[in-house]
């Protein structure tokens, strides 16, 4: 059978969906803040990140915008996004794809603003020989110095930050890519299959290997 939908019959379900986000947007003394589930009345740790906060709602909006352009309240939440993120960059030092500094590049390049090259810069100045302390707190938790390899929370969410840094011309982007890749390159375990990225670099482990092929904490995010 022929299919006689159209982009026509999607739109507007899109954008009462769309609407209905909208609706969700708080602002407090900070800035923006979207929570988590209706009916939460207080933003939580995580209120910043691409995972459950803010800078979701960048990638939304940089979605919304290749489809039409941006209202004009849109522009202003857009605008408030941003100077959100990019208020605490000098002073962060989580560096994750979910709520970090990673996410925060994510979500500044997504709106097309300013503000990621500082995020580059300290990313290499929290940078160590071997990698960037795990900050992450929520769970899986880890032990503090803890490194992890997966791109979600760990090394990979570098080199995917920076390269999407680099693909922007974003100075610094390009020696943040290469330490980044250094550093995964390194934590490389040898197997007969070929080279294994488990979340959890060898050195850190005390407990048996989970395998994870995922993209969040495993083999297919590194890839």
């Not at 022929?2 to 909208?22: N, T």
């Not at 939580?44 to 979701?56: E, L, N, P, V």
């Not at 997504?110 to 940078?127: F, I, K, N, Q, T």
Request: charged fraction near 20%.
């Amino acid at each position: 059978m022929g299919d006689d939908r159209s982009v026509d019959s999607y739109l507007p379900v899109a954008e009462d969906a769309w609407r209905w986000v909208l609706a969700q947007v708080r602002y407090d003394d900070a800035g923006p803040w979207i929570p988590q589930h209706p009916g939460v009345t207080e933003p939580d740790a995580y209120r910043d990140g691409m995972y459950a906060g803010i800078g979701g709602l960048a990638h939304a909006l940089a979605e919304v915008r290749a489809t039409r352009g941006w209202t004009g309240p849109e522009q202003s939440l857009a605008d408030a996004v941003a100077e959100r993120l990019v208020a605490p960059v000098a002073e962060q030092t989580t560096y994750d794809f979910f709520d970090g500094l990673g996410s925060t590049i994510g979500a500044l390049l997504a709106l097309g603003a300013p503000g990621s090259e500082a995020a580059v810069a300290r990313l290499l100045a929290l940078a160590e020989d071997d990698g960037w302390p795990q900050g992450y707190v929520g769970p899986p938790s880890s032990l503090p110095g803890t490194r992890l390899n997966d791109a979600t929370l760990g090394t990979a969410s570098v080199l995917l930050s920076a390269v999407w840094a680099h693909r922007n011309g974003v100075p610094g982007a390009s020696e943040l890519a290469a330490h980044a890749a250094g550093v995964l390159l390194a934590e490389a375990e040898q197997r007969e299959t070929g080279p294994h990225w488990p979340f959890v670099p060898a050195r850190f482990r005390t407990r048996p290997e989970v395998q994870m092929p995922n993209w969040s904490h495993g083999q297919a995010g590194i890839a």
